[in-house]
């Protein structure tokens, strides 16, 4: 779902700002670009207070590296 989404968006996003060019000038997208910044700056905030993510990228980014975080061709 998330790979479906994300291609919605790209799609979505960049068309719908084209049309808006379209209608009113270039102008528009000096807004559009900062409405966009919120938005992903919301997202972001979103899914940290709610704990999405990866378990294991969670946990390696609290926990102290160890000798077995070490790829072995650096051993």
Do not use: E, K
């Not at 790209?10 to 966009?36: D, N, R």
């Not at 700056?41 to 990866?54: F, M």
């Amino acid at each position: 779902m998330q790979v479906a989404a994300s291609v919605v968006g790209s799609a979505t996003i960049p068309a719908l700002v084209g049309v808006l060019i379209g209608h009113f000038s270039t102008a528009i997208l000096g807004p559009c670009l900062l409405v966009l910044a919120i938005a992903v700056a919301i997202a972001y905030t979103a899914a940290r207070r709610a704990g999405t993510g990866a378990p294991a990228a969670r946990d390696a980014a609290t926990r102290p590296a160890t000798s077995a975080d070490t790829p072995p061709y650096l051993h």
